[in-house]
């Protein structure tokens, strides 16, 4: 027989030790949760009131067998608690119907229970978790921080059954005299330095002992017989055995079925403050634990337990922080989650008579203390991290769940979201580019004349360049930015959405606006639009008649736009009767154009032909007289990639000539192209035999290397925006 090491029954021990005191604290959360969930006139039901935390407390301690962590506890928790604390005192209030009270109780319980086990599945289902994450900080702030005002409601509604509502607080005007409640705020205070000092693992057990066997020995020894003693002031009614209602049995009418139907909203509150919960938890948990938690599994498991449990008569199981904090600490495991359920069990079949010691002072102090924490953590603290407007968001929500109920404040708190994003987003900087065409540059490769022609003429072609979702607030920036602009200065102007993300109906009108005024003005309009844009954007004029070209890239749209300029220089130049080969313009005469031909060759390509190859040693230069060619280069995996186009009256190749280094990229023909070739042996003959044309064509070669080198910064620089 294998006997256990000294180790491992150390480890046994500690977990031993680790599960007793989780599941005491387990015992004393479910007790003040039932307290929280069944006061006022359902009080008299505490009994099944603990059977449902029990149970739930039970499973919830068996979570960490199953789960991703073996020191997660789940079970009740404040959030969903509360909530249905509130759905409870709504319950009272509502016209009386054949269903008794702790049917019609329990039966909100099985389903808020069940929609909120049916909400975790289906959000794993269709990988949804990802839109738990898209929630605005502001709102889950709003909801916690109602939460905790929640509590703080219930907590005084367990103590003197004065809730923080309209009723209670008429109540507690007409009969002021409460010491009950005197004495619940003191707890609260010493509790909050007792936590302070010990921690909660230690402070919250101890107290809940000391306040019981104290308030036990006041009210039964010291003071007995007085009025303000009466035990059913102080405790709640005495009961022998825990109750238990399993779900098949409840009893209801068609007007509990309406008014169920009433709460779906409600319902679906606590499914919201669930999954908020198991998100802001596990998220708390990472930091403490120092690792990384997948919340699809965890949501999955708290639907599937959260389901059984709403079958066995408990309610919504949701990770605590602090219980999972505490069995991190005291070196729990999975034997210890067995040790919490049994403890719970324990209550649940045995011992359910000593919840008529636990004065309904201890238990409320409890509720209130941490109805308090979640108000400084979430409303208090965030005063010095949120702005003034966020911070306001805040307050709003939890007005709106205070006044109006769970739904109605996420719904303002959504709103309230999504219009300060709009706000916001429309101030953000939505000009990524303004500039003109005397600077930026497509990726066209020109002759030098060309290149020097446009950035003296560019000026007249202005550029905006957007980003982004394109709505209303943006469309009527980039409005103002274009009226801003004289209309006679910019004959030409260029508008890249190729980046924008999309665009609404309301944007679209006023860039069709834009479109009507530059087609009235005989102005010449380029669009470059994303694919997200082009669906949704249909101009009404075409570009025959005045309307804007349209393209999908931002480096073809400038490419049209120096073609533009380039054909008013040339249909100003025709009269001027200014010819000669395209690519020698550089040279002033025409005798000197027929000199420097008779030193090259022709080259003719046919469309796909290749001029030469990246890697290529050679050590020739073009002269392109006509035709159009792509520069290409090999980029991942082998797939081509084009650098440039190459135009009629540009000149490649020019570096090889001078270095005889490999080509660093190839030049294949897109359509017939005739090319003029220079050899290094004809250039080292034209310095022999014509020296002047030679330096000529050398000082040609310096300054369009200039300029290749500054208009690839300007493309480099375009990418980079």
């Known amino acids: 027989m294998i006997q256990p090491s000294q180790a491992q029954v150390r480890g046994l021990a500690q977990q031993l030790s680790s599960g007793l005191i989780l599941g005491l604290i387990q015992v004393i959360f479910a007790v003040s949760y039932a307290a929280l969930m069944f006061s006022g006139r359902l009080a008299s039901y505490m009994a099944y009131a603990m059977t449902v935390t029990l149970v739930t407390a039970a499973a919830g301690g068996l979570y960490g067998l199953f789960s991703q962590e073996p020191t997660f506890v789940s079970g009740p928790e404040s959030g969903t608690s509360s909530v249905l604390a509130g759905m409870m005192v709504a319950l009272a209030a509502i016209p009386a119907t054949a269903t008794q009270p702790l049917h019609a109780a329990l039966a909100v319980l099985l389903v808020a229970s069940l929609s909120t086990a049916l909400t975790y599945l289906l959000i794993v289902r269709f990988g ?87 308030v036990n020995f006041a009210v039964r020894e010291l003071c007995r017989g007085l009025p303000v003693c009466s035990p059913g002031r102080w405790f709640f009614p005495p009961f ?15 007007g509990m079925g309406m008014e169920l139907l009433r709460l779906l909203p409600s319902f679906f509150a606590v499914a919201f403050v669930g999954t908020l919960t198991v998100l802001l938890s596990l998220s708390s948990l990472e930091l403490t634990y120092g690792k990384d938690f997948q919340l699809e599994p965890a949501l999955r498991l708290h639907g599937r337990m959260t389901l059984l449990t709403a079958l066995l008569g408990g309610y919504v199981c949701v990770i605590s922080i602090g219980r999972s904090t505490m069995a991190h600490q005291t070196g729990g495991g999975r034997f210890s989650c067995v040790v919490i359920a049994l403890a719970c069990m324990a209550v649940l079949f045995g011992f359910g008579g000593v919840m008529a010691w636990i004065p309904k002072v201890a238990l409320g102090a409890l509720v209130l203390w941490l109805g308090l924490e979640l108000l400084r953590q979430w409303l208090w603290n965030l005063r010095r991290e949120l702005s003034r407007i966020d911070l306001a968001q805040v307050v709003c929500i939890l007005a709106c769940v205070i006044v109006f109920g769970y739904v109605v404040g996420f719904l303002a708190g959504l709103l309230a979201a999504c219009i300060f994003f709009v706000v916001n987003y429309s101030h953000m900087p939505y000009i990524r580019l303004d500039t003109t065409l005397a600077t930026a540059r497509s990726s066209v490769i020109r002759d030098l004349a060309d290149q020097q022609y446009l950035g003296q003429a560019g000026a007249a072609c202005r550029i905006g360049r957007f980003e982004g979702f394109i709505f209303f607030g943006v469309a009527n920036s980039i409005y103002e930015w274009y009226a801003a602009g004289p209309p006679a200065r910019f004959p030409v102007l260029v508008l890249d959405f190729s980046h924008a993300k999309g665009i609404d109906q309301s944007a679209v009108a006023v860039l069709q606006k834009i479109v009507r005024n530059e087609a009235a003005q005989r102005h010449h309009l380029i669009l470059a639009l994303s694919d997200a844009i082009h669906a949704q954007f249909h101009p009404a004029a075409s570009q025959a008649s005045g ?11 400038l490419e049209l736009a120096e073609e533009l300029l380039l054909q008013q220089r040339e249909a100003a130049a025709a009269a001027g009767g200014a010819g000669g080969s395209g690519g020698l313009k550089f ?43 792509d520069v290409v280069k090999k980029g991942v995996h082998n797939v081509p990639v084009r650098l440039a186009k190459v135009v009629a009256g540009s000149m490649i190749g020019e570096i090889a000539l001078y270095s005889g280094r490999p080509r660093g990229a190839s030049v294949i023909a897109v359509e017939p192209a005739l090319l003029r070739m220079l050899t290094r042996q004809a250039w080292n003959r034209m310095k022999q035999e014509r020296p002047d044309l030679a330096s000529r064509f050398d000082h040609h070669v310096i300054l369009s290397l200039a300029n290749t080198v500054g208009r690839g910064n300007a493309v480099l620089s375009l990418q980079e925006d």
């Open 128 to 214: 949804a978790t990802r839109l738990v994450r898209f929630i605005p900080f502001q709102v889950m702030a709003g909801f916690l921080a109602a939460t905790g005002w929640l509590m703080c409601s219930g907590a005084l509604n367990i103590m003197a059954g004065t809730p923080l509502t309209v009723a209670g607080i008429a109540a507690l005007l007409e009969h002021p005299g409460r010491p009950e409640l005197v004495v619940g705020l003191l707890l609260v205070v010493v509790l909050g330095r007792l936590v302070r000092r010990l921690g909660a693992a230690t402070a919250i057990p101890l107290f809940v002992v000391a306040t019981t066997v104290l």
């Open 587 to 629: 040279l002033e005469s025409e005798q000197d154009r027929r000199d420097f031909a008779g030193y090259l060759a022709q080259v003719r390509l046919a469309p796909g032909d290749t001029l030469f190859d990246e890697g290529q040693a050679c050590d020739e230069t073009y002269f392109v007289e006509s035709g159009r060619l």
């Open 240 to 254: 022998v055995r825990l109750e238990w209602l399993p779900p098949w049995q409840l009893q209801l009418d068609a």
């Open 547 to 557: 309307g804007p070209a349209i393209v999908r890239s931002f480096d073809t749209a």
